[in-house]
């Protein structure tokens, strides 16, 4: 093309690539010539290895690609990432890892990522698929946890705090016997009931956090912490918070109220109830945590955290990073919601 045209190889790449540096007509016809060849434009593989860059961020997350769309929550967040990203010219590569993966599956799904860094999504820190991000030495931004990971940036909220404030308000309201609804404490395939040794080394900081946000708030009123019953639920399914909401009550029957740690555990949980002829406040109070739309719309009381500002914030300082290239941390806040789902024990 560029020895008919008599231009340069330059010339011929800028058409596609950046058509300001070009005349209008002198593009055109390169265009037309290259249609009437039937060169569709400059390999991108070809460009990745000479540029060295890739054009694209990928996405960690240790759940099933179908948690992306399903979770609103986690879907707020990839669009948040998804938005930094477009405005900066950047693709998005999702890499899901979840439990039904095989390691080495998703070893090799992380190792051959055609991307210049990755957002990593809410894993523990003895993650294998983190420890093979970061052996790649590419720019990593972890997202919620896990905390104090050595050289890199993190986007989060103070799930204890948040946890906390949410607890002082069910305890505020009279209820003495509670049960705490939990996504899955660690990587193992565990669900059901939670004992004690279990509750005290959970391998997410996110779970620990707000369960410990819980303790603090019952100990903080004199309440004893035997009186809280906490179901682990491993999979992220629709109906995990109503099968977590009937192994706590049958637990503990003398339950007044279901703290949940995500909004799609309580709304699970309150389509349980509801099948099961138990009201909404007036003889179960239930809790979430997201601020999710649908949680919202049903009058959810719960903690609102900002997941597409977390996700925006994340493609931002993975794309633009400090000039000081030193790693950040960024708390981003929260705010409790007092639904309509929420009353004194009945």
């Known amino acids: 093309m560029a020895d008919e045209l008599k231009v340069s190889r330059t010339t011929i790449s800028n058409a596609f690539n950046r058509p300001d540096q070009l005349s209008a007509d002198l593009r055109e016809r390169v265009l037309a010539t290259a249609k009437r060849l039937g060169y569709p434009g400059p390999d991108p593989v070809a460009r990745s290895l000479r540029t060295r860059k890739a054009g694209a961020v ?39 890892v979840g439990p039904g993966r095989s390691i080495q ?11 210049d860094g990755f957002v ?4 523990c820190e003895d993650d294998p698929y983190l420890q093979v991000v970061l052996q790649r030495r590419l720019p990593v931004v972890v997202v919620d946890q896990p905390k104090g990971l050595a ?14 404030e949410l607890a002082d308000y069910v305890l505020g309201l009279g209820h003495r016997e509670i049960g705490l609804l939990t996504m899955r404490l660690g990587r193992d395939r565990r669900q059901g009931l939670v004992d004690a040794d279990r509750l005290r080394s959970p391998a997410f900081d996110v779970q620990r956090e707000r369960i410990i946000g819980v303790w603090e708030a019952m100990a903080a009123a004199g309440v004893d912490l035997d009186a ?31 703290m949940c740690t995500a909004d799609i555990l309580a709304l699970s949980a ?44 994340a493609g ?9 290239g030193l790693p950040v941390v960024e708390v981003l806040d929260t705010e409790l919601v007092r639904g309509r789902t929420a009353g004194p024990p009945g």
Do not use: W
């Not at 599956?105 to 991307?115: E, I």
């Not at 809280?228 to 109220?257: F, K």
């Not at 389509?271 to 601020?291: C, E, K, S």
């Open 120 to 123: 990593v999504y809410s894993v």
């Open 316 to 324: 931002e300082l993975l794309l633009s990073p400090p000039r000081s």
């Open 151 to 164: 050289g890199v940036s993190r986007v989060g909220i103070d799930d204890r705090a948040a946890m906390r």
């Open 58 to 96: 990928g996405l960690v997350m240790a759940e099933p690609l179908t948690y992306f769309f399903s979770d609103p929550a986690a879907r707020d967040f990839v669009a948040g990432v998804a938005q930094s990203c477009e405005e900066l010219g950047q693709g998005l590569l999702l890499v899901a």
């Open 228 to 258: 809280l019953t906490v179901v682990e639920s491993y999979e992220h399914q629709p109906d995990s918070g109503g099968a977590a909401a009937r192994a706590a009550l049958e637990a503990n029957p003398r339950i007044t109220a279901l």
């Open 105 to 115: 599956d998703g070893t090799g799904a992380v190792l051959g990522a055609g991307v």
């Open 270 to 313: 309150m389509d349980y109830l509801r099948a099961h002829g138990i009201y909404v406040p007036g003889q179960m109070t239930v809790t979430g945590f997201d601020g999710v739309p649908d949680a919202l719309g049903r009058g959810l009381t719960t903690v609102s955290q900002p997941s597409l500002q977390k996700g925006r914030r």
